[in-house]
């Protein structure tokens, strides 16, 4: 979830909370075993990450998160390992 130097659009942060809500239910089903939050910047940007008990779960979930997230600006997805709690820490 990003800005452009005037916040994080109200699409943006609805998106990104549907989407944490998927991610948190999944959570609850056991199908994500990692699930973090960074703030990235100033004006509220966060990044998301899971991590999943399976291929089959993460290949699943991308989906329904692309699907969530098509065409909202300043929502990024990206498929790509989870930065190390440490490397998170600003």
Known sequence: MLSRGKGVPDEARAAYQ???????RQRAAYAVTELR???I??????????EFESAKDARAALAEIR?????????EVSQAPCPSPKESKP
């Open 18 to 24: 549907d989407i944490r809500a998927l991610l948190e």
């Open 37 to 39: 939050t960074q703030r």
């Open 41 to 50: 910047g100033l004006e509220g940007e966060t990044r998301l990450c899971a």
């Open 67 to 75: 699907k969530r997230a098509a065409s909202v600006d300043l929502l």
